[in-house]
């Protein structure tokens, strides 16, 4: 079982910045594709960002040129930068690890951390 511990969320204010951690247990961080999902009040879950093993990545339409999605293969880590936050972003943001072997797809989640934009 991978454990995925999400820091870093808060309130912050339109146009501001926050940056999302997620720290996993695994010790084959780097064959994990990894991914930010968010789930606003009300609303289903959605994928925010993504980025393989390979290190090739993925972002909603919603958060191109503003949200950035990045891999610490040392520290077995991925973080989620996100800059001109407005408020249609607040919501609770999940760290999701994927990893297939043997045939079979393992899927992890954290539990969650809230970002709140609002003035």
């Known amino acids: 079982q991978v454990q995925l511990v999400e820091s870093g969320g808060g309130l912050v204010q339109p146009g501001g910045s926050l940056i999302l951690s997620c720290e996993t247990s695994?010790?084959?961080?780097?064959?994990?594709?990894m991914a930010w999902y968010r789930q606003a009040p009300g609303k289903q879950r959605e994928l925010v960002a993504r980025?393989?093993?390979?290190?090739?990545?993925h972002y909603d339409d919603s958060v191109k040129g503003r949200f950035s999605i990045s891999r610490d293969n040392a520290k077995n880590t991925v973080h989620l930068q996100m800059t001109s936050l407005k408020p249609e972003d607040t919501a609770v943001y999940y760290c999701?690890?994927?990893?297939?072997?043997?045939?079979?797809?393992?899927?992890?989640w954290g539990q969650g951390t809230q970002v709140t934009v609002s003035s």
């Open positions: 980025t393989t093993s390979g290190g090739n990545t």
């Open positions: 695994t010790d084959i961080f780097s064959s994990y594709a």
């Open positions: 999701n690890a994927v990893v297939a072997t043997g045939g079979i797809e393992y899927n992890y």
